[in-house]
């Protein structure tokens, strides 16, 4: 290489150094636009749905007993369906607290198992929906997939299933989601809410296990209702067993060895 050349090279290298000192000292993820603007805070996890209006229509069309007026219910359709929105655009956030979580998924089954029941009124029972030969998660009225919640088509059985049982590992759910039948607990005449969740599900596992039709608790004998055969694994989680949840809410107790059988499930309609 000549002089001149050998002195114009030197006379360039600083200043080709100079874009790679400055990429250097750059942030790593600097780049063009939002990156480059100050850290914005996240919207606020949306507030808990308001069931203001489902428990007014409670009250009005739901007796001390559990029995629902399904022609009321029909009467006030666009309230209702007002309410079903709600729940549809609004699903929990992770912000929500477990018992605002669980009001909502609780009040969302038994809601809309109301709005099946409506959309084949009359009938004499839910199972008179659907495939007369029922399998089981796939043709049963609870596996229909009949509505939305954020966007995702969503069954009965997924909300029992899928959310309260898996995620929130409470069996006392058993004693709120009414199944629209004469067997199941009893629908209450108001909503649940996170305020009162933990007093409302121990009031509903009292009125239900001394409840005579339902259950028939002895010391030595008990009938009891097939909730605690179908969902006996939920039962004995914990340490806990069917005898110790059962005499949680008894009046009277039954004895860990007591015989234990179960009473037909009465399917019909829980109307008035």
Known sequence: MSAPMKNLTKSLLPLLALPLLAASLLPCHAGPGPAAHPARSLPAAPTPVDHGTYERLLKKHVNEKGLVSYVGFKADEKEFNQYLASLSKNPPAAGWSKPEQMAYWIN????????????????????????????????????????????????????????????????????????????????????????????????????????????????????????????????????????????????TKMNDNAQVSYLDYNWNLNKQ
């Open 108 to 251: 969302a089954y038994n809601a809309y198992t109301l709005r099946l029941i409506l959309d084949h009124y009359p009938l004499q029972s839910i199972k008179d929906i659907g495939s007369k030969i029922q399998i089981p998660f796939v043709t049963t009225p609870w596996a229909a997939k009949f509505f939305s919640i954020g966007g995702q088509k969503m069954s009965l059985d997924h909300i029992e299933h899928n959310i309260l049982r898996k995620q929130f590992d409470d069996p006392r759910i058993h004693f709120a989601l009414v199944c629209a039948s004469i067997s199941c607990p009893r629908l209450r005449p108001e909503a649940y809410t996170a305020a009162r969740l933990n007093q409302q599900l121990d009031d509903q596992g009292r009125d239900f296990l001394n409840n005579k039709a339902k259950n028939q608790v002895g010391k030595t004998q008990a009938q009891l209702s097939k909730y605690f055969d179908w969902y006996k694994s939920d039962w004995e989680k914990n340490g806990q067993s069917v005898a110790k949840w059962v005499n949680r809410y008894s009046a």
